[in-house]
């Protein structure tokens, strides 16, 4: 699926065995003590474990810092394309919140806040026409200027730009008008509540048209946009580095001189150099380090509860590559959803979450967060560990045992250790679980062209339900990698992105998770919890349930 890869190393004892000694590992303990939850941090759903307390950081006070200076962030994963009308990781995410604004963002308690718009948008009666007011004055990095025109060209690009993510997230949008500069119409053939929430993250920003004049496709080699950063260079597989842009429209607020990213996949050697010095700020930290982090005095641990999962992506029907006809694979598990049930009794989340992510992680069995206003009982169901029971029904499907199975995963240490738990665990229930290890960004690249059987990866999560399950399991989905078509889902969905009506919408998500429980394209595991440390040299990082790392205000303690 996409776009995050499991990023929490793993204990250092080895999880190669049978599901039992997982869960034996669960009730002994593992090479780390396990950090006692400090509950109230998600709700408790069938055993779900809870986290710690949010810390989200706090914004810098512009008396404590002085001007100046580089930040270095030790990244996990590469970013993939710096374009967000094509865009995937939650890596470029964080380089897009420095240099990439858009109309709307989130707050702290994940509520739409006006970004580059200067108030949400008034929606008309009949729930077809968005109207968003803009903010003047505003120049992009290439000194042009941002206007309704602006925001039009990168919202027709996002729409009609091949290969594009943004597509599914933008919905029926029939035209874009703008009266005047500093006013978008949005039409819509139908009403689409999930909009707005769609332009607080990449279907909002906003390029420069002049740029996107200039590269076509190729935006990504010299981004251009609004932000209080600009992009200076990219070294693949490496770093990229981003200056301070004087033309931003409120660069009093920036106390920066700029900021590298520095590719660091390994957990441990994040960590290394987030404690010497090397680096200020490392993210995705492994739940065996955080809490040995908080107890250093040079370091804070900020931590908030993933809105996304871990899974498990199979490859229905993906034969043929993303955006093309679909197109089942002559698999077992691609062909029988018993086989793809099985797998998912196979797997005990409870076990991956208590013994190797020291209890810090929670349970997921459904795209929707238990932190979300659209959750419901429905919506949390969660499937029983039940090895037996899989056996039977790959008996039942005709499928002999134990069943061969290729995963891909990316290959960065921590990816390969829940790998490796998986194998072991899967066993049990009758799966041969062998191991693809693939550099991230080429994870990414594999898995659009439907070169898979199996895929671990996950998503980092959005504000609302739509954004993390449309796009991937909608017939016409733009990152529907499994391939997955369903009428009754793909009706579901539409019915809840027209509904007004928010109980409306938590009764439709709950019966579409139902559905996906039945049918299994996507096997939810786990959420993630937004792990990262700063240096205590460092004022004003910080990272909300959405896990964008907000470094742009940030600056050096005096």
Known sequence: MTRRPALNRLTTRSLVGTGAAVVA?????????????????????????????????????????????????????????????????????YVFHTMCEKLYDLGSDAKVVPQLATALPTVSGDGLSLTIPLKEGVKFADGTAFDSTA?????????????????????????????????????????????????????????????????????????????????????????????????????????????EYRIITDSSIRSANLKSGDAQVADSLSTQDAPQLQKDDSVSVLQSQSLGYQGLTINVANANGIGNPLKPLDTPIAKDPRVRQALALSIDRE??????????????????????????????TCPPHDPAKAKQLLADAGVQTPYKVEMITSNNPDSLRLAQALQGMVKEGGFDLVIKPVEY???????????FELLQLGWSGRVDPDANIYSFVATTGSQNVAGYSNPEVDKLLTDARQATNQADRVKLYGDV???????????????????????????????YPDGVIRTAFAGFAK
């Open 25 to 93: 590992l669960a009730l002994t303990g593992t090479a780390c003590s396990p950090v006692e939850p400090a509950g109230g941090d998600s709700p408790s759903t069938g055993g779900q474990s809870t986290g710690e307390q949010d810390v989200f950081g706090e914004p810098a006070d512009a008396a404590q810092v002085k001007q100046g200076g580089t930040l270095t962030v030790a990244l996990s994963a590469d970013p993939d394309k710096l374009d967000p009308t094509l865009s995937r990781s939650l890596y470029s995410r």
């Open 151 to 259: 925001v039009k060209v990168s919202l027709n690009r996002h729409l009609t730009l091949a290969g594009s993510a943004r597509k599914s997230e933008l919905g029926p949008i029939t035209s874009i008008d703008t009266p005047d500069p500093k006013t978008v119409v949005i039409k819509l053939s139908k009403p689409f509540a999930p909009l707005t929430a769609a332009l607080a993250d990449r279907a909002g920003m906003v390029l420069s048209p002049a740029a996107v004049t200039k590269l076509g496709a190729n935006f990504s080699t010299a981004p251009v946009c609004v932000g209080p950063f600009k992009f200076a260079s990219r070294v693949a597989q490496n770093s990229i580095k981003v200056v301070k842009d004087p033309q931003y429209y409120d660069a009093a607020k920036v106390h920066l001189d700029g900021i």
């Open 351 to 380: 076990a991956l979450v208590k013994s190797i992510f020291n209890g810090l992680n929670t349970v997921a069995c459904s795209p929707v967060s238990p932190k979300s206003e659209f959750t419901s009982d429905a919506a949390q």
């Open 441 to 451: 960004a080429a994870l990414l690249d594999q898995q659009d062209r439907g070169d």
């Open 513 to 543: 998770v139902t559905k996906l429980q039945a049918d299994d394209p996507i096997i939810y595991m786990y959420r993630q919890r937004n792990l990262t440390g700063v240096s205590k040299k460092l004022l004003g990082i910080q990272v």
